[in-house]
């Protein structure tokens, strides 16, 4: 058996090997050790005996992705099936690893984007989902030969902590709401956390949802996404329809805000918001609050639930959370109106007025059974 000349290093540090293939075709693999080398030759090899030489071995992840996705889409006919894949890819694996070769994807590369997706404190359901569409798309590269092995078998969700969850503390709350002024973020996380609005909620809110003799803002719509664009849909379920009393702070707040857009809270370019523009909007304060030494993580998720927090430390009835939240079912009559002098939302307006004040500081529960 022939033996393989010993292999010197490259100027770049790398190893390199000419492949002959019994087609006579050449190939060069590369590598940092001659055990790396070896390897891709005897994948290379491997390859052609299984008959994938008519498969590009430079075809990237992006690239294959896509002509998975164009054969896999035929079985999947539902909005929200297409979705989850399509924005699996298009939010998160094409632009971490979408210029890299498919052959040379790991378990390591697929785990460091799961667990940059666990940092950022993006759901562990988000996670399998983008796992799933990466299983699909490599299963089907190992079908057509492009592979040996399957880089996802092994690959673990980032667990995300539960305090991630949590209602901000009072002070936390201050240094949110200190850290955002005068940023674009501001009308928006003060929209989360004193009127406990969804992301997609955020996105589909207008300045005509705005009433001024009451002083509410009427949520009847919220959007869902269709490859990162926004596509108008009804309220998460019956019960996010409501009617949300606006605190004076945030009231005057509003009045003062220019009307460049039709959105309260639109993109940069002044037009609705697209799945990562919600996600881009609050990163910049992300960013500074965690330098502080005294750092923590705020998202959209905890500053809604930190409005839920205070609705119950005003002392606020079960039944009044339920409804502020949309989480209740109710039916609405045409004169939505009428809803706000039901005396559950009555004594809302009045105690929310100090919503404010409560968040800011630590007091003891007045939960009212």
């Not at 632009?95 to 697929?110: C, E, L, Q, S, T």
């Not at 949110?176 to 997609?200: N, P, Q, V």
């Amino acid at each position: 058996m022939k033996k393989d000349k010993e292999l010197k290093p490259r100027a770049d540090g790398r190893y390199c090997r000419k492949v002959t293939l019994p087609s006579g075709e050449s190939k060069f693999v590369y590598g940092y050790t001659p055990a790396e080398v070896k390897r891709k030759k005897d994948k290379l090899m491997l390859l052609y005996a299984l008959g994938a030489t008519n498969i590009n071995s430079k075809v990237t992840v992006q690239k294959w992705g896509k002509m998975w996705w164009e054969v896999k889409k035929e079985g999947k006919t539902g909005h929200k099936s297409q979705y989850g894949y399509t924005s699996a890819m298009n939010n998160y694996i094409f632009p971490f690893m979408g210029n890299m070769k498919v052959i040379d994807v790991r378990d390591m590369h697929i785990q460091t984007l799961i667990n940059e997706m666990g940092k950022k404190d993006l759901s562990e359901s988000l996670q399998k989902k983008v796992l799933i569409a990466l299983n699909g798309m490599f299963k089907y590269a190992k079908k057509n030969g492009l592979i040996i092995s399957i880089p996802v078998e092994d690959v673990e969700v980032y667990n995300v902590p539960v305090d991630i969850r949590e209602a901000l503390t009072p002070n936390e709350v201050k240094i949110a709401l200190d850290t955002c002024k005068g940023m674009r973020a501001e009308i928006g996380i003060h929209l989360a956390l004193y009127c406990g609005l969804r992301r997609g909620e955020l996105a589909e809110i207008k300045w005509e949802d705005i009433n001024n003799q009451y002083e509410c803002l009427i949520v009847t719509n919220a959007v869902e996404y269709i490859n990162n664009r926004p596509k108008k849909k009804g309220p998460k379920s019956e019960a996010g329809i409501r009617i949300i009393p606006i605190p004076p702070e945030l009231w005057q707040m509003l009045q003062n805000s220019p009307r460049n857009s039709i959105y309260i809270v639109p993109s940069a370019k002044g037009v609705q918001m697209s799945e990562s523009a919600v996600r881009r909007l609050i990163e910049p304060v992300q960013n500074r609050i965690e330098k502080r030494s005294d750092g923590f993580r705020v998202t959209w998720h905890r500053l809604r639930h930190t409005y839920s927090t205070n609705l119950e430390k005003m002392g606020l009835s079960p039944k009044t959370r339920q409804y502020l939240m949309g989480h209740a079912t109710v039916s609405l009559t045409d004169n939505v109106y009428t809803h706000f002098q039901d005396e559950h939302l009555e004594i809302a307006a009045k105690k929310l007025k100090g919503i404010y004040k409560t968040s800011l500081k630590s007091t003891p529960w007045n939960i009212q059974k």
